[in-house]
């Protein structure tokens, strides 16, 4: 499987907001929160709408991380080893973005079950 370069992994540890774009229709990129877990990068969805980055990642479509000035394009997928994954997901959102006033808020709410349903891995396809 590919692996994303240390740099770009570095990045999403270090910025808490990372670009995501879904499908080749998007002309922007969305920043979201990203973690990395045993050097692989995972998102959570927040809002279930079904035009939304996950559902395009989960349909199939291809895309891209914009970490600083690196583009990698990417594929999302369900992580088949999700169950044995989560807490140790859960805790890096905590770790990293549970810093009080309105982040605590949404920090424990993206590791609560109806987030962890849409947890979503990229697998880089290149580094630009």
């Known amino acids: 499987m590919a692996k994303f370069k240390t740099s770009f992994l ?8 990372t670009g995501i774009k ?3 229709t998007r002309e922007n ?3 979201i929160w990203m973690v990395v877990v045993q050097d692989r990068v995972f998102a959570r969805s927040w809002g279930f709408a079904e035009r ?3 559902h395009s990642f989960s349909q199939g479509a291809e895309g891209a991380i914009l970490a600083g000035a690196s583009i ?3 594929r999302g997928v369900l992580p088949e ?3 044995e994954l989560t807490n140790s997901i859960n ?5 990293k973005y549970d810093t009080g006033g309105d982040n605590s808020f949404y920090a424990k709410g993206i590791i609560e079950p109806e987030h962890i ?7 880089p396809l290149n580094q630009l």
């Open 52 to 54: 939304s980055w996950f």
């Open 22 to 24: 879904a499908g080749n």
């Open 117 to 123: 349903k849409f947890t979503m891995e990229f697998i």
């Open 72 to 74: 990698v394009a990417v």
């Open 10 to 17: 570095d990045y999403i540890k270090t910025h808490n907001l």
């Open 91 to 95: 805790q890096a959102y905590l770790d």
């Open 81 to 83: 080893d999700l169950k």
């Open 29 to 31: 990129f969305l920043n």
